[in-house]
């Protein structure tokens, strides 16, 4: 089995960020991490390559800096490792970007890929559907949980207070949730074979039927009115009411939002 897991290399919010006078993110000025939920598909895929048996390839779209989050996945255990970086590509929205990640996924061979929800430096949840779209597969968003049943994929769905158990036959793209688990960490080990094993990089004129209107900025549909790193909260709702009425103004608030 053959498993490609699309990760992000994120902007870490505790350094700050930085904005282009474009609005765009200025990521080569700002610290960086794997982005949570793609971190938590690929230890996904780490434990169905330990329980099934299967290769795991990990691919990112970024700077040449995004060589550092694919190091760390081989770190973990990933066995091959693509980046996806050309000038050309810099600036693109979601819709770019899954034309783009479609593209290179086209050279790869696959029977399931994984990626995260959403990016922390984006929050669309857009990407991975996107992808599917293009690349014409079924999806599974938001899983909690992941197993093989012979040539299908069996994903436990988050749904408000309860989850759908959903099947799909292979090949197929799921989104993954950073509540799926607990990701493991780097081994001294595997941190020295990960600067060891080389990683595929490839550019613009690897990418398999992909329109230049559909890469890059120019490519991007979306258009960033204003950015900016402070973000107001509202004064939220007050109330005066006694310790019972409170308990019961509590419960009532804690039901309506499914959280009991």
Partial sequence: MKIVVCIKQVPDTKGGVVFNPDGTLNRGAMLTIMNPDDKAGLEAALRLK?????EVTVVTMGLP???EVLREALAMGADNAVLITDRVLGGADTWA???????????????????GRQAIDGDT???????????????????QKIEIDGDSV????????????????MPVLVTA??????????????????????????????????DDSNIGLKGSPTQIAKASDKVRKGAGEQVNLGASESVDYIIGKLKETHII
């Fill in 50 to 54: 330990d329980k099934y048996g299967a």
């Fill in 65 to 67: 800096k995004a060589d």
């Fill in 97 to 115: 970007t899954s034309q783009t990640i479609a593209g290179a996924l086209r050279k790869l061979e696959y029977d399931l890929i994984i990626t």
């Fill in 125 to 143: 949840a857009q990407v991975g559907p996107q992808i599917s779209e293009h690349l014409d597969l079924p999806v599974i968003s938001y899983a």
């Fill in 154 to 169: 069996v994903v436990e769905r988050q749904f408000d207070d309860r989850y759908h158990v959903l099947k799909a036959k």
């Fill in 177 to 210: 949730l950073s509540e799926l688990n607990e990701p493991r960490y780097m081994t001294p080990g595997g941190i020295f074979d990960a600067y060891d094993k080389e990683v595929t990089v490839l550019s613009r004129a690897d990418l398999v039927d992909v």
